[in-house]
């Protein structure tokens, strides 16, 4: 089973950043900057990192690349340096896809390489009905225990009813569920499900980017039994906290602090869900369909320093039309959701080797 102390931390929810690929001019891993991306995740603060997600490039899993078991390994590494010097263990998350042998075979290499958990991915079982799509489920549930994931179908999801998800965390080696349909709807599909299976061991995450404030802010409350059973989304697993990551944490703790107090929210916050919001349109090119999503966060983080280019596996994989002009009017409109300087301040030590 899960380790005590990261159920604990994933139960209280952090942040969690999908860990994006460090290339050269090359298209080779460039080692030191892969690495140094861990290091600055870390540093701002964030409770753990998902490896081998689709923000680290699903070809690292082409035989030709093989890149898949190296970058969780680096990452690994990294976490086993952070976690000498913590009260408390970072949660290892690394993204599981494929057909049921593959997916089996990646939570094989995911337990070897020292990972709790596995963000199962369903892109590939686009055609198989519920009890086959929870059949594949529970195998790689045998092997590392796993996050339920629910993507937008625009980017190679597939709509899951409630009636999945109410069997789906059934599963007893189900941890957690990152929510990412990109629809309000389908959101309540997962969180109702959850609360009427009554398990209070599953933490909801938000991959919803187009809601992030908001999805952490708001109580989910049912009635259940004749009473009320609340749940919230307490964290976030996401690509766009692969970019500004220091404020995404301080972001967390506030909309925490908010949600502890039971307080009203006030008007700024839900200012800030817009921003955020907008923000995510221009870093995930939204008006390209999404096209540029990964060349937009690399995009970021080449301004800072941390890449030396916006280079992916796929060569076609670049910034979409007018994105990197929607880039530069979101720096400027929202200058305090970057945290360019705090980058600034440590991207030496980071990029030591």
Known sequence: MIDSQIREVLRRGTVIPAHPLALDASRRLDERRQR????????????????????????????AV??????????????????RDRGEPLVRIAGICGKTPQSVAEAGILKEEGYALGLLSLGAMRDADDAALLA????????????????????????????????????????????????RYQTLDVVRAVAESGRD????????????VLDLLTPYRFK???RIVECRIVGGLLGHWAVWTRRAVELLEQC???????????????????EVTDSNAALFDAANAFAG?????????RRQGLLQGIWCLNPREELGLGQKEEIDRVYAAY??????????????????S
Request: some cysteine; glycine content about 8%.
């Open 201 to 212: 061991d599953i933490a909801l995450y938000t991959g919803n980017d187009d809601n992030i």
């Open 136 to 183: 594949h489920c529970r195998a790689v549930a045998e092997v590392v225990p796993i996050v339920g994931f629910y993507l937008q179908p625009a980017v190679g999801g597939r709509v899951l009813p409630y009636r999945f998800w109410r069997q789906f965390v059934e599963i007893e080696r189900v941890a957690a569920v990152k929510i990412a349909p990109f629809n």
């Open 293 to 301: 999503c990964i060349a937009g966060l690399h995009e970021v983080l």
């Open 66 to 83: 093989g890149l898949f078991r190296p970058v969780l390994q680096l990452a690994a590494e990294e976490m086993d340096r952070a976690d």
């Open 335 to 352: 200058p305090h959701l970057n945290d360019d300087a705090f980058v600034a301040v440590h991207l030496d030590e980071w990029l030591a």
């Open 224 to 226: 259940i039994g004749g």
């Open 256 to 274: 925490r602090r908010l949600a502890k107090s039971g307080s009203d929210i006030p008007a700024e916050m839900l200012e800030r869900n817009v």
């Open 36 to 63: 140094a991306l861990s290091r600055y995740y870390l540093a701002a603060g964030a409770g753990g990192l998902a490896v081998g997600v689709h923000t680290t490039q699903f070809e690292i899993r082409d035989p």
